[in-house]
Protein backbone atom coordinates (compact mmCIF):
# COMPACT_ATOMS: atom_id res chain seq x y z
CA UNK A 1 0.00 0.00 0.00
CA UNK A 2 1.34 3.65 -0.47
CA UNK A 3 2.80 5.37 2.52
CA UNK A 4 2.61 8.62 2.99
CA UNK A 5 6.66 9.43 3.35
CA UNK A 6 7.21 7.28 -0.61
CA UNK A 7 7.09 10.78 -2.73
CA UNK A 8 8.99 12.57 -0.11
CA UNK A 9 11.75 10.19 0.26
CA UNK A 10 11.66 9.28 -3.69
CA UNK A 11 12.45 13.38 -3.61
CA UNK A 12 14.99 13.49 -1.04
CA UNK A 13 17.05 10.55 -2.43
CA UNK A 14 17.57 12.64 -5.32
CA UNK A 15 19.72 15.19 -3.21
CA UNK A 16 21.68 12.99 -0.74
CA UNK A 17 21.64 9.73 1.36
CA UNK A 18 18.39 9.13 3.45
CA UNK A 19 18.49 7.18 6.50
CA UNK A 20 15.06 5.66 7.41
CA UNK A 21 14.35 4.44 10.88
CA UNK A 22 11.44 2.30 12.24
CA UNK A 23 9.75 -0.50 14.54
CA UNK A 24 10.69 -4.23 13.13
CA UNK A 25 8.27 -5.01 10.34
CA UNK A 26 6.39 -1.75 10.11
CA UNK A 27 7.30 -1.36 6.20
CA UNK A 28 10.85 -0.18 5.73
CA UNK A 29 12.03 -3.00 3.62
CA UNK A 30 8.50 -2.69 1.07
CA UNK A 31 9.22 1.22 1.15
CA UNK A 32 13.02 0.75 0.38
CA UNK A 33 11.78 -1.68 -2.55
CA UNK A 34 9.54 0.42 -3.90
CA UNK A 35 12.44 2.91 -4.30
CA UNK A 36 14.20 1.06 -6.45
CA UNK A 37 12.39 1.02 -9.95
CA UNK A 38 12.82 4.63 -10.23
CA UNK A 39 16.76 4.31 -9.43
CA UNK A 40 17.15 1.40 -11.73
CA UNK A 41 19.51 -0.27 -11.98
CA UNK A 42 19.26 -0.45 -8.30
CA UNK A 43 20.78 -3.00 -5.64
CA UNK A 44 19.13 -4.56 -1.91
CA UNK A 45 21.84 -5.71 0.14
CA UNK A 46 20.46 -6.77 4.03
CA UNK A 47 23.04 -7.18 6.62
CA UNK A 48 21.00 -10.41 8.25
CA UNK A 49 21.65 -12.31 5.09
CA UNK A 50 25.05 -14.27 5.00
CA UNK A 51 25.61 -13.43 1.14
CA UNK A 52 24.62 -9.79 1.43
CA UNK A 53 26.78 -9.51 4.58
CA UNK A 54 29.76 -10.59 2.73
CA UNK A 55 29.29 -8.28 -0.04
CA UNK A 56 28.78 -5.70 2.27
CA UNK A 57 32.03 -6.28 3.91
CA UNK A 58 33.91 -6.66 0.87
CA UNK A 59 32.16 -3.50 -0.43
CA UNK A 60 31.90 -5.70 -4.07
CA UNK A 61 28.14 -3.95 -4.50
CA UNK A 62 27.68 -3.13 -8.31
CA UNK A 63 29.25 0.44 -8.84
CA UNK A 64 26.72 0.90 -11.52
CA UNK A 65 23.70 0.84 -9.22
CA UNK A 66 21.87 4.49 -9.07
CA UNK A 67 20.84 3.42 -5.33
CA UNK A 68 22.39 1.28 -3.30
CA UNK A 69 19.70 0.03 -0.36
CA UNK A 70 21.64 -1.09 2.99
CA UNK A 71 19.28 -2.90 5.46
CA UNK A 72 20.10 -3.37 9.08
CA UNK A 73 23.64 -2.11 8.87
CA UNK A 74 23.55 -0.32 11.99
CA UNK A 75 24.52 -4.02 13.27
CA UNK A 76 28.09 -4.05 11.42
CA UNK A 77 30.84 -3.38 13.94
CA UNK A 78 32.27 -0.11 13.16
CA UNK A 79 29.07 0.75 10.93
CA UNK A 80 29.41 4.57 11.51
CA UNK A 81 32.92 4.94 10.26
CA UNK A 82 32.20 2.23 7.95
CA UNK A 83 29.35 4.34 5.90
CA UNK A 84 31.13 7.51 6.28
CA UNK A 85 34.24 5.67 4.12
CA UNK A 86 31.04 4.68 1.33
CA UNK A 87 29.38 7.87 1.28
CA UNK A 88 32.30 9.78 0.61
CA UNK A 89 33.56 7.51 -1.81
CA UNK A 90 30.56 6.30 -3.60
CA UNK A 91 30.43 6.77 -7.62
CA UNK A 92 28.57 10.24 -8.37
CA UNK A 93 25.74 9.66 -9.59
CA UNK A 94 24.53 6.57 -7.04
CA UNK A 95 22.56 7.37 -3.92
CA UNK A 96 22.02 5.58 -1.28
CA UNK A 97 19.03 4.66 1.37
CA UNK A 98 19.96 2.75 4.91
CA UNK A 99 17.70 1.39 7.15
CA UNK A 100 17.43 0.15 10.39
CA UNK A 101 14.61 -1.29 12.77
CA UNK A 102 16.77 0.00 15.86
CA UNK A 103 17.59 3.57 17.10
CA UNK A 104 20.26 5.41 15.01
CA UNK A 105 20.73 8.54 17.05
CA UNK A 106 24.42 7.84 17.12
CA UNK A 107 23.92 9.36 13.74
CA UNK A 108 23.36 12.90 15.47
CA UNK A 109 26.21 11.99 18.37
CA UNK A 110 29.11 10.83 16.24
CA UNK A 111 30.52 14.58 16.13
CA UNK A 112 30.60 16.20 12.70
CA UNK A 113 31.47 12.16 10.58
CA UNK A 114 28.01 12.14 8.85
CA UNK A 115 27.12 15.60 9.06
CA UNK A 116 25.35 17.59 5.93
CA UNK A 117 25.50 13.82 4.52
CA UNK A 118 22.22 12.45 4.98
CA UNK A 119 18.57 13.26 5.89
CA UNK A 120 16.95 11.45 8.46
CA UNK A 121 13.00 9.85 8.03
CA UNK A 122 10.82 7.70 10.97
CA UNK A 123 8.49 5.38 9.06
CA UNK A 124 5.80 4.88 11.52
CA UNK A 125 2.46 2.23 11.46
CA UNK A 126 -0.19 3.31 9.51
CA UNK A 127 -2.27 5.93 10.32
CA UNK A 128 -6.32 6.87 10.12
CA UNK A 129 -5.27 8.91 6.47
CA UNK A 130 -3.28 6.07 5.25
CA UNK A 131 -5.90 3.52 5.68
CA UNK A 132 -8.68 5.56 4.39
CA UNK A 133 -7.02 6.54 1.30
CA UNK A 134 -6.29 2.35 0.87
CA UNK A 135 -9.69 0.68 1.42
CA UNK A 136 -11.89 3.64 1.37
CA UNK A 137 -13.28 3.26 4.93
CA UNK A 138 -14.65 6.61 7.06
CA UNK A 139 -12.58 7.65 9.51
CA UNK A 140 -14.35 6.21 12.42
CA UNK A 141 -14.05 3.16 10.52
CA UNK A 142 -10.62 3.39 9.74
CA UNK A 143 -10.21 4.20 13.76
CA UNK A 144 -12.00 1.05 14.88
CA UNK A 145 -9.56 -0.92 12.62
CA UNK A 146 -6.47 0.19 13.57
CA UNK A 147 -7.29 0.24 17.59
CA UNK A 148 -8.03 -4.05 16.68
CA UNK A 149 -5.62 -4.48 14.83
CA UNK A 150 -2.74 -1.76 15.31
CA UNK A 151 -0.96 0.02 12.45
CA UNK A 152 1.79 -2.46 11.27
CA UNK A 153 0.81 -3.49 7.76
CA UNK A 154 0.84 -7.08 8.05
CA UNK A 155 -2.08 -7.59 11.11
CA UNK A 156 -3.85 -4.07 9.72
CA UNK A 157 -3.46 -6.10 5.95
CA UNK A 158 -4.16 -9.39 7.20
CA UNK A 159 -8.06 -11.03 6.02
CA UNK A 160 -9.23 -11.98 9.33
CA UNK A 161 -8.74 -11.02 13.16
CA UNK A 162 -7.26 -14.77 13.57
CA UNK A 163 -4.50 -14.03 11.00
CA UNK A 164 -3.63 -10.79 12.96
CA UNK A 165 -3.85 -12.42 16.06
CA UNK A 166 -1.37 -15.36 14.96
CA UNK A 167 0.93 -12.79 13.65
CA UNK A 168 0.72 -10.68 16.77
CA UNK A 169 1.60 -13.88 19.25
CA UNK A 170 4.98 -14.71 16.78
CA UNK A 171 5.91 -11.51 16.15
CA UNK A 172 6.04 -10.89 20.21
CA UNK A 173 7.46 -13.98 20.61
CA UNK A 174 10.66 -12.78 18.32
CA UNK A 175 10.98 -9.88 19.94
CA UNK A 176 12.24 -10.86 23.27
CA UNK A 177 13.68 -13.92 21.69
CA UNK A 178 15.75 -12.37 19.08
CA UNK A 179 15.93 -8.51 18.61
CA UNK A 180 16.08 -7.39 23.07
CA UNK A 181 18.39 -10.41 23.57
CA UNK A 182 20.94 -8.68 21.45
CA UNK A 183 20.82 -6.27 24.31
CA UNK A 184 20.60 -8.49 27.58
CA UNK A 185 21.81 -11.27 28.75
CA UNK A 186 20.14 -14.67 27.82
CA UNK A 187 19.35 -14.77 31.65
CA UNK A 188 17.75 -11.71 31.74
CA UNK A 189 15.16 -12.76 29.33
CA UNK A 190 12.35 -14.02 31.71
CA UNK A 191 12.35 -11.36 33.57
CA UNK A 192 12.56 -9.10 30.52
CA UNK A 193 8.93 -10.63 29.23
CA UNK A 194 7.37 -10.03 32.55
CA UNK A 195 8.26 -6.36 32.65
CA UNK A 196 6.93 -6.25 29.17
CA UNK A 197 3.72 -7.89 29.99
CA UNK A 198 3.63 -5.56 33.07
CA UNK A 199 3.68 -2.11 30.62
CA UNK A 200 1.10 -3.83 28.30
CA UNK A 201 -1.48 -3.37 31.14
CA UNK A 202 0.09 0.70 32.03
CA UNK A 203 -0.54 1.87 29.03
CA UNK A 204 -1.63 5.71 29.86
CA UNK A 205 -0.35 5.77 33.31
CA UNK A 206 2.70 7.56 34.82
CA UNK A 207 4.52 4.87 35.43
CA UNK A 208 6.73 3.88 38.17
CA UNK A 209 9.73 1.71 37.69
CA UNK A 210 10.60 1.98 41.42
CA UNK A 211 6.82 -0.05 42.05
CA UNK A 212 7.65 -2.19 39.52
CA UNK A 213 11.17 -3.26 40.37
CA UNK A 214 9.71 -4.38 43.99
CA UNK A 215 7.35 -6.72 42.33
CA UNK A 216 9.95 -7.95 39.99
CA UNK A 217 12.27 -8.43 43.00
CA UNK A 218 15.43 -6.49 40.38
CA UNK A 219 16.61 -3.21 40.93
CA UNK A 220 15.09 0.00 39.63
CA UNK A 221 18.22 0.54 37.10
CA UNK A 222 17.49 -2.87 35.88
CA UNK A 223 13.93 -1.80 34.76
CA UNK A 224 15.44 1.59 33.61
CA UNK A 225 18.03 -0.01 31.53
CA UNK A 226 15.41 -2.53 30.15
CA UNK A 227 13.18 0.21 28.93
CA UNK A 228 16.03 2.08 27.28
CA UNK A 229 16.71 -1.48 25.28
CA UNK A 230 12.37 -1.71 24.68
CA UNK A 231 12.90 2.29 23.39
CA UNK A 232 15.90 1.85 21.22
CA UNK A 233 14.42 -1.22 19.52
CA UNK A 234 10.95 1.09 18.47
CA UNK A 235 8.91 -0.94 20.44
CA UNK A 236 7.83 1.36 23.24
CA UNK A 237 8.29 5.40 23.62
CA UNK A 238 7.83 7.14 26.45
CA UNK A 239 5.51 10.78 26.80
CA UNK A 240 7.27 13.17 29.18
CA UNK A 241 5.25 15.56 31.03
CA UNK A 242 5.14 19.00 29.90
CA UNK A 243 7.71 21.79 31.63
CA UNK A 244 9.36 24.60 29.81
CA UNK A 245 12.35 23.06 32.11
CA UNK A 246 12.92 20.25 30.41
CA UNK A 247 15.05 18.88 33.13
CA UNK A 248 12.80 18.74 35.51
CA UNK A 249 10.06 17.22 33.39
CA UNK A 250 12.36 14.34 33.23
CA UNK A 251 12.30 14.08 37.01
CA UNK A 252 8.25 13.23 36.40
CA UNK A 253 7.09 10.36 35.30
CA UNK A 254 6.39 9.46 31.58
CA UNK A 255 3.52 7.16 30.26
CA UNK A 256 4.45 4.62 28.31
CA UNK A 257 2.98 3.84 24.77
CA UNK A 258 3.49 0.61 22.13
CA UNK A 259 4.04 1.64 18.39
CA UNK A 260 2.06 -1.68 18.06
CA UNK A 261 -1.47 -1.31 19.58
CA UNK A 262 -2.43 -4.35 19.27
CA UNK A 263 0.14 -4.89 21.78
CA UNK A 264 -1.72 -2.97 24.76
CA UNK A 265 -4.41 -5.16 26.87
CA UNK A 266 -7.75 -5.54 25.87
CA UNK A 267 -9.27 -2.58 27.15
CA UNK A 268 -10.99 0.26 24.83
CA UNK A 269 -9.82 3.29 26.56
CA UNK A 270 -6.31 2.13 26.56
CA UNK A 271 -5.88 0.89 23.20
CA UNK A 272 -7.65 4.32 21.61
CA UNK A 273 -5.03 6.39 23.78
CA UNK A 274 -2.48 4.32 22.33
CA UNK A 275 -3.53 4.33 18.57
CA UNK A 276 -3.93 8.58 19.05
CA UNK A 277 -0.60 8.53 20.67
CA UNK A 278 1.00 7.00 17.91
CA UNK A 279 -0.03 9.28 15.52
CA UNK A 280 0.39 11.76 17.03
CA UNK A 281 4.18 10.97 17.97
CA UNK A 282 4.07 10.30 13.93
CA UNK A 283 3.19 13.68 13.25
CA UNK A 284 5.81 14.77 15.44
CA UNK A 285 8.04 12.95 13.67
CA UNK A 286 7.17 14.25 10.52
CA UNK A 287 7.59 17.49 11.63
CA UNK A 288 10.62 17.82 12.24
CA UNK A 289 11.81 15.14 9.44
CA UNK A 290 9.87 16.96 6.27
CA UNK A 291 9.94 20.68 7.39
CA UNK A 292 12.58 20.45 10.56
CA UNK A 293 10.57 21.67 13.22
CA UNK A 294 11.34 21.46 16.58
CA UNK A 295 8.19 19.46 17.80
CA UNK A 296 7.16 17.81 20.70
CA UNK A 297 4.65 15.50 22.34
CA UNK A 298 3.78 15.49 26.21
CA UNK A 299 1.08 15.03 28.62
CA UNK A 300 0.21 17.35 31.35
CA UNK A 301 -0.26 16.28 35.15
CA UNK A 302 -0.32 18.65 38.33
CA UNK A 303 -0.02 17.98 41.93
CA UNK A 304 -3.58 17.74 42.44
CA UNK A 305 -4.15 15.44 39.90
CA UNK A 306 -5.55 17.20 37.27
CA UNK A 307 -4.37 15.28 33.64
CA UNK A 308 -4.66 16.05 29.73
CA UNK A 309 -3.85 12.94 27.93
CA UNK A 310 -1.74 14.90 25.24
CA UNK A 311 -0.10 18.44 24.83
CA UNK A 312 1.96 18.62 21.06
CA UNK A 313 4.54 21.35 21.51
CA UNK A 314 6.29 23.78 18.67
CA UNK A 315 9.35 25.60 19.17
CA UNK A 316 9.06 25.09 23.30
CA UNK A 317 5.52 26.60 22.68
CA UNK A 318 2.46 24.69 23.33
CA UNK A 319 0.43 24.62 20.29
CA UNK A 320 -2.59 21.62 21.27
CA UNK A 321 -4.19 20.15 24.18
CA UNK A 322 -5.50 16.74 23.43
CA UNK A 323 -7.99 14.03 25.56
CA UNK A 324 -8.88 10.89 23.77
CA UNK A 325 -12.85 9.55 24.91
CA UNK A 326 -14.59 6.59 23.80
CA UNK A 327 -17.76 8.34 24.39
CA UNK A 328 -18.09 10.85 26.81
CA UNK A 329 -19.11 13.87 25.28
CA UNK A 330 -19.22 15.73 28.78
CA UNK A 331 -15.93 18.51 28.69
CA UNK A 332 -13.17 16.90 30.53
CA UNK A 333 -12.74 19.50 33.55
CA UNK A 334 -9.03 19.82 33.16
CA UNK A 335 -8.74 20.38 29.71
CA UNK A 336 -11.30 23.31 29.93
CA UNK A 337 -8.88 24.13 32.63
CA UNK A 338 -5.54 24.21 31.04
CA UNK A 339 -7.32 25.74 28.13
CA UNK A 340 -7.65 28.81 29.61
CA UNK A 341 -4.43 28.41 31.70
CA UNK A 342 -2.52 28.23 28.11
CA UNK A 343 -4.44 30.69 26.59
CA UNK A 344 -3.89 30.40 22.46
CA UNK A 345 -3.61 26.38 22.02
CA UNK A 346 -5.96 24.39 20.58
CA UNK A 347 -8.10 22.42 22.81
CA UNK A 348 -10.01 19.60 21.40
CA UNK A 349 -11.64 16.50 23.34
CA UNK A 350 -11.08 13.42 20.56
CA UNK A 351 -14.21 11.45 20.88
CA UNK A 352 -14.32 8.43 19.30
CA UNK A 353 -18.19 7.36 19.34
CA UNK A 354 -19.59 10.63 18.66
CA UNK A 355 -22.80 11.74 17.46
CA UNK A 356 -22.59 15.78 17.13
CA UNK A 357 -19.67 17.44 16.49
CA UNK A 358 -19.71 21.45 19.45
CA UNK A 359 -17.82 23.76 20.82
CA UNK A 360 -18.00 24.28 24.10
CA UNK A 361 -16.26 27.40 25.45
CA UNK A 362 -12.25 27.29 24.60
CA UNK A 363 -12.95 23.25 23.90
CA UNK A 364 -13.65 21.53 20.25
CA UNK A 365 -15.66 18.21 20.77
CA UNK A 366 -14.22 16.62 17.43
CA UNK A 367 -14.91 12.89 16.03
CA UNK A 368 -11.27 11.52 16.88
CA UNK A 369 -11.25 9.74 13.36
CA UNK A 370 -12.13 12.77 11.61
CA UNK A 371 -9.59 14.76 13.58
CA UNK A 372 -7.06 12.38 12.87
CA UNK A 373 -7.43 11.90 9.76
CA UNK A 374 -6.66 15.53 8.94
CA UNK A 375 -3.69 15.52 10.96
CA UNK A 376 -1.32 15.86 8.37
CA UNK A 377 1.70 13.36 8.80
Same mark, same amino acid.
Given at each position: ???? &? ?14 ? =? ?6 ? *? *? ?13 ? $? ?34 ? *?? &? ?11 ? &????? @? ?32 ? @?? /? ?7 ? $?????? #? ?30 ? @?? &???? =? ?25 ? /? ?13 ? @? ?16 ? $??? /?????? #?? =? ?56 ? *? ?22 ? /?? =? ?32
Amino acid at each position: MKRV &LDELIATDLRRKMVIL =TGPRQVGK *T *TLARSMMAPFAPAQY $LNWDVADDRAILQRATWDRRARLLVMDEIHKMPGWK *TW &LKGVVDGREPEQT &LLVTG @SARMDTFRQSGESLAGRYFAWHLHPIDVREWCEH @SA /ASPADALRH $LMRRGG #FPEPCLAPSDELADRWRAQYYTDLVREDVLEF @SR &LQEI =TTMRLFLDMLRARVGSPLSLASMARDL /AVAPNTLKRYLDVLQ @SLFIVFAVQPWHRNVGRA $LLQ /APKLYF #FD =TGLVKNDPGARLENAIAVMLLKYTHYRHDALGKESGLHYIRTKDGAEVDFALSEGGEL *THLLECKCADAAVHRPLARFAEQF /AG =TEAVQLVAELRQEEQRGNVAIRRAGDWLARLGA
